[in-house]
């Protein structure tokens, strides 16, 4: 994606406003003793979503481990057995059969022993020669040191891997002298080498530079640490659940994480313990030194391209030997208070999985929902050929507005009245620019997309839109999913106006948008997956039965919506049950 080429005046206030409050600690989930163990009473319905995966009740974050294993898929995920809010972390455990119906299970690891009785972090799973699953993950030990740990099944004969077990040698990699004994977790998925090796990354920090150390073994349980870390950045904080895996050149196949063919490209992804973002560059691995050098055209940072410029952290991805493609996991957090989560039982939810591929440009990734979701797409609108001028806009009558699946075409007739990229937003990043120029501004080409989870007057909505500006002799496309009037509530919420801006070549005229609206997530695409953006919103009027959907456009040029498909989206028969 091409984005302005400066580093924010916002984020290196924000960052230096972190390090001089926090001590140089990083950030961590907020902390609630008193709550950790409160068990929900009752589970609200409002705002639960119908077909994103989140367990019936209680807190969860990260997913961890996902993989495929005889014919089922399997995710663990960071979760609170007893309460709503973060604290007595397990692994919980669900499977599928096609990444849409899924079946909890027991936990698969809790702190049961001495390297990890402070705490289940996160970590991954690796398929061994032979279809041996092993899980790495991150115990806090009885010094509270974060180690890294390994877990087998039981039973591997089972599909279901219903039990694990933590062997007593571990923990198989400890922080060591030079290393932040605080600051080092989130193993990624190893990859194996032709030199007889495993390799995988940990995440960590020294001082403010943000590390991905290396680690190298021939058995998968002595490992030695790297001379030099895979790749390092300073003044980014924390690197939390790093991510490393092999793409394609061409085509959308996946590859398998120890890939090695000579056409691919590699992609390092870490979670920003200060942003509470994930980031990721493209670029080339070196195997005989072990050295990661992203592109000279991928930005290294805060500034950099992100997964998703919205509610989404903690992600991870698994290659998916069934399908040959690579799938991407993120979480959604809420954004409502800690005591509205309490009083509604529930907190947190996963993105729709993702299938996610290298750009035909080589400098991104694309992002799209996999397939399978569509299995639950039910009654369907058709719009095409719908002229909206300056301020008008058009209802998608006909579906569930509060559980749909949009997809929609704009065709712009001329960019002549696209409006000067004002000199001083150079000093804005896209999220305060769409904050400062939103929905309901007037623009020359734009703003223009959709109204979701709309009351029928419009007191409230979540609006997705696109907004061009003039910058030289190129254009500037910005993409907003703005919360700030998602909902009439004003206390407790948090309702910023996520934004990013998108690399799409305009010689068409057309914009292409899918959102996936799911009663408190409307999760978006623009321009076939090259931005998306994820918002967590709690309407108050646009609920169940009283949620509306329109097309619109505020923007002086004429925008033609060539054509819409909406859905109303059902409900998988199996949802953690």
Same mark, same amino acid.
């Given at each position: 994606?091409?984005?302005?080429?400066?580093?924010?005046?916002?984020?290196?206030?924000?960052?230096?406003?972190?390090?001089?409050?926090?001590?140089?600690?990083?950030?961590?989930?907020?902390?609630?003793?008193?709550?950790?163990?409160?068990?929900?009473?009752?589970?609200?319905?409002?705002?639960?979503?119908?077909?994103?995966?989140?367990p019936p009740k209680h807190w969860i974050n990260d997913p961890n481990g996902p993989m495929y294993y005889k014919?089922?898929?399997?995710?663990?995920?960071?979760?609170?057995?007893?309460?709503?809010?973060?604290?007595?972390?397990?692994?919980?455990?669900?499977?599928?059969?096609?990444?849409?119906?899924?079946?909890?299970?027991?936990?698969?690891?809790?702190?049961?022993?001495?390297?990890?009785?402070?705490?289940?972090?996160?970590?991954?799973?690796?398929?061994?020669?032979?279809?041996?699953?092993?899980?790495?993950?991150?115990?806090?030990?009885?010094?509270?040191?974060?180690?890294?740990?390994?877990?087998?099944?039981?039973?591997?004969?089972?599909?279901?891997?219903?039990?694990?077990?933590?062997?007593?040698?571990?923990?198989?990699?400890?922080?060591?002298?030079?290393?932040?004994?605080?600051?080092?977790?989130?193993?990624?998925?190893?990859?194996?080498?032709?030199?007889?090796?495993?390799?995988?990354?940990?995440?960590?920090?020294?001082?403010?530079?943000?590390?991905?150390?290396?680690?190298?073994?021939?058995?998968?349980?002595?490992?030695?640490?790297?001379?030099?870390?895979?790749?390092?950045?300073?003044?980014?904080?924390?690197?939390?659940?790093?991510?490393?895996?092999?793409?394609?050149?061409?085509? %959308?196949?996946?590859?398998?994480?120890?890939?090695?063919?000579?056409?691919?490209?590699?992609?390092?992804?870490?979670?920003?313990?200060?942003?509470?973002?994930?980031?990721?560059?493209?670029?080339?691995?070196?195997?005989?030194?072990?050295?990661?050098?992203?592109? %000279?055209?991928?930005?290294?940072?805060?500034?950099?391209?992100?997964?998703?410029?919205?509610?989404?952290?903690?992600?991870?991805?698994?290659?998916?030997?069934?399908k040959n493609r690579r799938i991407l996991w993120g979480w959604a957090n809420e954004s409502d208070s800690t005591f509205d989560d309490m009083a509604k039982g529930w907190a947190g939810v996963?993105?729709?999985?993702?299938?996610?591929?290298?750009?035909?440009?080589?400098?991104?990734?694309?992002?799209?929902?996999?397939?399978?979701?569509?299995?639950?797409?039910?009654?369907?609108?058709?719009?095409?050929?719908?002229?909206?001028?300056?301020?008008?806009?058009?209802?998608?009558?006909?579906?569930?507005?509060?559980?749909?699946?949009?997809?929609?075409?704009?065709?712009?007739?001329?960019?002549?009245?696209?409006?000067?990229?004002?000199?001083?937003?150079?000093?804005?990043?896209?999220?305060?620019?769409?904050?400062?120029?939103?929905?309901?501004?007037?623009?020359?080409?734009?703003?223009?997309?959709?109204?979701?989870?709309?009351?029928?007057?419009?007191?409230?909505?979540?609006?997705?839109?696109?907004?061009?500006?003039?910058?030289?002799?190129?254009?500037?496309?910005?993409?907003?999913?703005?919360?700030?009037?998602?909902?009439?509530?004003?206390?407790?919420?948090?309702?910023?106006?996520?934004?990013?801006?998108?690399?799409?070549?305009?010689?068409?005229?057309?914009?292409?948008?899918?959102?996936?609206?799911?009663?408190?997530?409307?999760?978006?695409?623009?321009?076939?997956?090259?931005?998306?953006?994820?918002?967590?919103?709690?309407?108050?009027?646009?609920?169940?039965?009283?949620?509306?959907?329109?097309?619109?456009?505020?923007?002086?040029?004429?925008?033609?919506?060539?054509?819409?498909?909406?859905?109303?989206?059902? %409900?998988?028969?199996?949802?953690?049950?």
């Amino acid at each position: 994606m091409e984005v302005p080429k400066f580093l924010s005046i916002f984020m290196l206030i924000a960052y230096l406003w972190v390090i001089s409050n926090n001590n140089g600690v990083e950030a961590s989930h907020k902390i609630y003793p008193k709550f950790q163990s409160l068990a929900a009473v009752k589970v609200k319905q409002l705002h639960r979503t119908a077909f994103h995966f989140q367990p019936p009740k209680h807190w969860i974050n990260d997913p961890n481990g996902p993989m495929y294993y005889k014919g089922i898929y399997h995710l663990f995920y960071q979760y609170n057995p007893k309460g709503a809010v973060w604290g007595n972390i397990v692994w919980a455990h669900s499977v599928s059969k096609d990444l849409i119906n899924w079946e909890a299970l027991e936990p698969a690891l809790y702190p049961s022993k001495p390297f990890d009785i402070n705490g289940c972090w996160s970590g991954s799973a690796t398929v061994l020669p032979g279809n041996k699953p092993i899980i790495l993950y991150t115990g806090i030990d009885y010094k509270e040191r974060q180690v890294q740990n390994y877990a087998v099944p039981a039973n591997p004969s089972d599909p279901y891997l219903r039990k694990w077990i933590k062997p007593n040698n571990n923990p198989v990699v400890f922080p060591g002298p030079d290393v932040n004994a605080s600051a080092f977790r989130d193993p990624t998925t190893a990859w194996w080498s032709n030199d007889g090796h495993w390799r995988m990354l940990v995440g960590s920090r020294r001082k403010h530079r943000g590390i991905a150390y290396l680690y190298r073994s021939r058995d998968f349980m002595k490992w030695t640490k790297a001379k030099y870390p895979i790749h390092s950045l300073a003044n980014t904080g924390m690197w939390e659940c790093p991510d490393f895996y092999p793409v394609s050149i061409s085509g %959308k196949n996946g590859l398998d994480t120890s890939f090695a063919g000579g056409n691919e490209k590699f992609v390092l992804k870490v979670s920003l313990d200060l942003t509470r973002y994930d980031y990721y560059t493209t670029g080339t691995y070196n195997r005989d030194k072990d050295r990661y050098v992203p592109d %000279k055209d991928s930005v290294d940072g805060w500034s950099g391209l992100r997964y998703d410029y919205g509610n989404f952290y903690a992600s991870k991805t698994f290659f998916d030997s069934r399908k040959n493609r690579r799938i991407l996991w993120g979480w959604a957090n809420e954004s409502d208070s800690t005591f509205d989560d309490m009083a509604k039982g529930w907190a947190g939810v996963q993105t729709i999985p993702r299938e996610v591929w290298l750009d035909g440009s080589g400098k991104q990734l694309l992002q799209w929902p996999i397939e399978e979701l569509e299995t639950l797409r039910g009654k369907n609108v058709h719009i095409s050929n719908q002229e909206l001028k300056k301020g008008h806009h058009v209802e998608v009558k006909g579906v569930t507005a509060a559980q749909a699946d949009v997809e929609v075409t704009f065709k712009l007739p001329s960019l002549d009245k696209a409006e000067k990229f004002d000199p001083s937003w150079k000093n804005l990043d896209a999220e305060h620019l769409c904050g400062k120029i939103g929905s309901k501004v007037q623009g020359g080409v734009g703003p223009f997309g959709l109204l979701t989870l709309a009351s029928k007057n419009l007191e409230e909505f979540t609006p997705v839109f696109f907004r061009i500006f003039k910058d030289g002799h190129k254009h500037l496309v910005l993409m907003c999913s703005d919360a700030s009037s998602s909902t009439l509530k004003t206390e407790g919420l948090y309702k910023p106006s996520f934004a990013g801006f998108v690399n799409v070549d305009l010689s068409d005229k057309k914009l292409s948008l899918r959102s996936l609206i799911d009663h408190s997530v409307v999760e978006s695409f623009g321009a076939g997956g090259k931005t998306c953006i994820t918002s967590r919103v709690y309407p108050t009027l646009a609920v169940f039965d009283d949620a509306h959907l329109y097309a619109f456009n505020n923007g002086t040029e004429t925008v033609t919506v060539e054509k819409l498909n909406a859905w109303s989206m059902k %409900k998988p028969a199996k949802m953690n049950s």
